[in-house]
């Protein structure tokens, strides 16, 4: 008698079924339906059935299983059967399941993936929606994870170093501040003995059977749940698992993975540096009780207290401002951990020598809450905010993606917390809002002020430690000191008189592309509208306001200036408004504006949702930051102070000065590939940085504006008439690619600088071949591609050096000096070497061999699939709008991807690699760890 695999009849299925399949089952702008149900063999599922812009539906395997489920013997084990999984399947043996994807288009690290924590295991794949037959493989592809995985000592082998390589990134000999934070809370508890990554004692030790064994205690249908979100047709997706999971045996195994409390917050208090460390900072954390959310009553708690950490952040920051000299920046947070322990944070930066000072600013400020609460204008000035949130809440239930549905409900089984739909949350809000008062989040402020708090303070290394006795004696002086109240001054805000000219019509010309779906504006002024309407993303607009320009155009002095034109002006407020009330005007709003100087551009990003008041405060902000913008000295101050202090900091660090010598070896006595040396910050003026914004913005003659999203178009044309329109034009801003000096012959360095005990293996190449279309911006891409595909295979499957290659692959589009291929590893010390010639020989490879033809076409693939994924978000799409706008390509450049990156040859490519490659304008660096 002949046995039909039950994974094959799924796959026979699916395919009588695909023609079916033609269009989206699920309504447009729509909540997700939940399918739930368990198989006989204990595997839970959820659909959630949704219509998503990005095309791509999600698949999750969440494993009740992490580092907890290990044995002393066992450290690591979970992460290493993680990596095993992509070595090899009953149904997809070796690296099946990566070519199976690739050769789909899709990549590893973005489309397939996977993680291991203290308490699950979670593999993750994305799939497009209308592959249903890719779907049904990737279903079958989890199934062999869940029961089938294969296990080879030969590639447990090389699986063991690349882990082993992986552990020496992730622990570092000369730790962050935030991760010695992190091990300082869990040293001499579960958490700290059964890191996820384990220890190379265990993982090096481990043997096939030894990790088999762990496989079959832990991966049981009955410890695992599968998770599908995205356009799929419910029933279809039902049927699809049944077929594929049910022939997994029932277990009679029922152990569950141990429950481990998280520590209890240490009291005392602690200073950090390492040699990396170059800043200094202080934090109190208060450890809070943990809030689950289980019910509406509790998400309303939640919302509480969201109110309450908002007040006290803005609160913060306005006394921060009133200082003769305030602190660089000051935060209050609030810091899930762990899945059962939560804190809040007040965090504190500022100039080298202020420590006493930031630790009594906190104390003192804590103390006066206690004792004063907050205000009415306080409370009322955060409710506005909240309640504008509610109101976004159903465009954020419908704009919601598969990826975000998949964090949500994954983040809810791991943590055990409910996943509300969007009735059960406006309940929540409906409750919190209705009942909330002054008084009960003045309760509030009590709470924390009880809770146990822990003081730390970072230093910069080589510099004196701060004295502990004395910070801890001055934090309980003023803490428990009466101190008089202070009003929190609530500013009101005037929108700027906008003054146009009756001398000129506002719009030369207008014309409609109606398969463009785009309206284009040229203004008398200069400027060049794009309007396109598109609600993909419900109720969201995208604009971009940018010229031609930026730091390439600059002189020397003029580009050190330019390292302080936006956080002076930032910080100096706008429109009569400080930062901090700005900055909440924009929450309340739903809406932002952030300026920027690119190498080669200059403006502004905004974003809004389509709501008048909200539209005319962004156009207000973005004309007022145009013609009214000031400066404060004082501000200007404290930013030149910072940065000076920031670049002696790192000036002072070893590593900067081999980041200086690639540097010059790439770019020889480049004026704008150049470390400011401190003299040169200490001499900018604010006159200097004043003179670098009339120089961006003094005239808009050449600027782009690109608008996308869910707006009327008539509604917007009148936004654009009142505040763009009468903005100044003059001199023209365009693209100044002045001629630079790159590197003429081969160069190789060999540094001890890196503090950590591994080797960083660095490989760059710049040459001076501008674009000639868009053509070359998506070969560069595919370039990228392409090489971190050929290294991952070469270094990391056959060799077993590191997880993964950092590629970096840029075009020289308009403005721009030089084109750049950049590659960094980090390897053990011992195969630096070995790592920078299979890199030399790959690169070489390339050069004089070229990529094969099948390489091309799948990446192609992989390169379009990526592109349109993108073009069905509004979002998303305007950005590649606004770059071909900008750069001077035609506007339908990305929706034309496909036909663009499928019309170039296999000799346009490996041309495009020689150019990208000559060996003669390379450098290779190994840089180990100190001596």
């Known amino acids: 008698m002949n046995i039909i695999p039950k994974g094959f009849i799924a796959l026979f299925s699916l395919l009588m079924l695909t023609a079916c399949m033609t269009s989206s089952p699920n309504p447009e702008n729509s909540f997700a339906t939940i399918t739930t149900a368990t198989l006989e063999n204990g595997l839970d599922y959820q659909i959630h059935a949704k219509q998503d812009n990005s095309q791509k539906i999600q698949l999750h395997l969440f494993i009740k299983s992490g580092s907890f489920s290990e044995t002393e013997q066992q450290k690591g084990y979970a992460h290493l059967l993680e990596h095993m999984a992509f070595n090899g399947t009953k149904n997809f043996p070796k690296n099946k399941i990566i070519e199976l994807f690739e050769k789909s288009g899709l990549t590893f690290g973005q489309d397939i993936n996977a993680y291991t924590s203290f308490t699950e295991t979670v593999y993750t794949l994305s799939v497009p929606a209308s592959d249903k037959k890719l779907l049904g493989e990737t279903l079958l592809y989890l199934r062999d994870v869940l029961n089938d995985i294969e296990f080879d000592q030969a590639e447990l082998d090389k699986e063991k170093g690349v882990v082993q ?49 762990f496989y079959k205690q832990w991966y049981r249908p009955n410890n ?119 804190f809040k944070n007040i965090a504190i930066s500022y100039q080298e020598g202020n420590a006493a000072k930031s630790v009594t600013f906190i104390a003192q400020e804590l103390a006066r809450l206690g004792q004063h609460g907050f205000s009415q204008a306080e409370y009322d000035l955060q409710l506005e905010a909240l309640q504008a949130r509610q109101a976004e809440l159903k465009n954020n239930y419908l704009n919601q993606s598969s990826a975000q549905i998949a964090t949500q409900v994954i983040d809810s089984w791991a943590t055990g917390n409910r996943l509300f739909t969007f009735e059960q949350e406006q309940q929540a809000y409906n409750t919190a809002l209705s009942a909330l008062t002054l008084d009960e989040v003045n309760q509030l402020t009590e709470s924390l002020l009880e809770s146990p708090k822990k003081l730390t303070l970072a230093y910069p290394y080589g510099t004196i430690q701060p004295n502990f006795l004395m910070v801890d004696k001055s934090f309980t002086k003023h803490f428990n000191k009466e101190i008089a109240n202070t009003s929190i001054k609530i500013e009101k805000m005037v929108l700027p008189i906008i ?103 200059h403006g502004f990003t905004m974003e809004s949702v389509n709501n008048p008041k909200s539209l005319e405060l962004v156009f207000s902000m973005l004309y007022s930051a145009i013609n009214d913008a000031a400066i404060t000295p004082k501000i200007f101050i404290q930013e030149k102070n910072k940065l000076i202090e920031q670049q002696e900091s790192f000036l002072a660090q070893p590593t900067s000065a081999t980041q200086i010598k690639l540097l010059e070896a790439l770019f020889p006595s480049s004026p704008y590939q150049h470390v400011f040396s401190v003299e040169e910050l200490q001499a900018i003026q604010q006159s200097d940085v004043e003179a670098i914004h009339a120089l961006f913005f003094s005239s808009v003659n050449g600027y782009k504006l690109t608008i996308v999203g869910d707006f009327e178009i008539d509604e917007m044309k009148n936004l654009v008439l009142q505040y763009i329109a009468p903005l100044q034009g003059g001199k023209l801003h365009q693209f100044d690619q002045k001629p630079q000096k790159l590197i003429q012959q081969a160069t190789k360095i060999n540094e001890f600088t890196n503090p950590q005990d591994n080797a960083i293996v660095t490989f760059g190449a710049v040459t001076d071949n501008k674009n000639q279309s868009i053509k070359e911006v998506y ?153």
Request: a neutral charge; charged letters at 20%; zero cysteines.
């Open 224 to 342: 695992a749940k599968l998770l599908i979100t995205g356009d799929v047709d419910s029933v279809f997706a039902k049927q699809l698992i049944m077929e594929t999971f049910s022939s997994i045996d029932k277990t009679k195994n029922q152990q569950l993975q141990p429950a481990v409390d998280a520590p209890k917050l240490k009291t005392d208090s602690k200073a950090f540096t390492s040699k990396i460390i170059n800043f200094s900072q202080t934090d109190l954390f208060f450890e809070t009780p943990y809030l689950e959310l289980k019910s509406t009553e509790q998400l309303s708690q939640a919302i509480k207290l969201d109110l309450f950490d908002s007040m006290l952040n803005y609160r913060l920051n306005v006394l921060n401002r009133q200082r003769a000299l305030p602190f660089s920046e000051v935060s209050f947070s609030y810091l899930p951990l762990l899945n059962n322990k939560s």
């Open 779 to 931: 070969q560069a891409d595919l370039m990228r591609r392409i090489v971190t595909q050929t290294l991952n295979q070469q270094v990391r499957e056959k060799l077993s050096l590191t997880y993964s290659p950092y590629v970096y692959v840029a075009d020289q589009q308009a403005g721009n000096h030089f084109t750049e291929v950049f590659i960094q590893m980090v390897t053990k010390v011992e195969d630096a070497q070995k790592t920078q010639q299979v890199i030399a020989d790959i690169m070489n490879d390339f050069v004089t061999k070229g990529i094969t033809n099948e390489q091309l076409v799948d990446h192609q693939l992989g390169l379009t699939k990526g592109m349109l994924s993108n073009l069905y978000k509004s979002t998303d799409r305007q950005w590649f709008l606004h770059r071909d706008h900008l750069l001077g390509f035609e506007l339908d450049s990305t929706e034309n991807a496909q036909t663009i990156v499928n019309s170039i040859s296999l000799e346009d490519m490996n041309q495009f690699f020689k150019t990208y490659l000559d060996p003669t304008k390379t450098v290779q660096m190994i840089n180990l760890p100190q001596k």
């Open 499 to 601: 003054k146009r000219s009756n001398n000129l019509t506002p719009v030369k010309s207008e014309k409609f592309y109606p398969e463009k779906k785009i309206t284009q504006l040229a203004l008398n002024n200069g400027v060049d509208v794009i309007l396109q309407v598109d609600s993909s993303v419900k109720n969201a607009i995208s604009m971009s306001f940018s010229a031609p320009g930026g730091n390439n155009t600059l002189i020397a002095k003029e580009a050190a200036a330019n390292t302080l034109l936006i956080n002076s002006y930032a910080n100096s407020g706008l429109a009569g408004l400080s930062p901090q009330a700005l900055n909440q005007k924009f929450i309340s709003a739903k809406a932002g504006l952030a300026p920027y100087t690119y190498n080669n551009s």
């Open 165 to 213: 390589n992986e552990y020496r990134s992730r622990m570092p000999q000369e730790p962050p501040y935030y991760f010695a934070l992190f091990t300082d809370y869990i040293e001499g508890s579960q958490y700290g003995t059964h890191l996820p990554i384990g220890t190379l004692e265990s993982v090096g030790s481990s043997t096939e059977q030894g990790v088999k064994s």
